[in-house]
């Protein structure tokens, strides 16, 4: 619940404050910091362009450390890290 601002949830008076519109934001950013991609989070919001979703999608600072671990090992060799392969196009070098 932390991750949807439970204190805006509800109101002094006790009456629920909670909008259609702040569930489509908790929504989001539960599904960006789960791993989702923001295609498909932009898909199932119903949303056309991805700068709409960029908007409603809230990275963590835990998501950002992990990622930043991740690359990290990566980099140091750590075991257990492991590197994809990119098979791109290879750049043509000048003479």
């Known amino acids: 619940m932390a ?6 949830l509800v109101a ?6 909670v909008r259609v519109h702040d569930l489509r934001h ?3 950013t539960m599904a960006i910091n789960a791993g989702a991609p923001l295609f498909v989070i932009g ?10 979703t960029e908007r ?17 090992a990566l980099l140091s060799g750590a075991p257990g890290a492991t ?9 043509k070098t000048k003479p």
């Open 12 to 17: 002094k008076d006790g009456k629920p404050t």
């Open 56 to 72: 409603y999608s809230h990275v963590l600072d835990q998501t950002m450390l992990d990622a930043s671990e991740k690359v990290g």
């Open 83 to 91: 590197v994809v392969a990119f098979e791109g196009k290879k750049r």
């Open 43 to 52: 898909k199932l919001l119903g949303h056309s362009d991805s700068k709409m």
């Open 3 to 8: 991750l949807c601002d439970a204190a805006k």
């Open 26 to 28: 908790c929504f989001a």
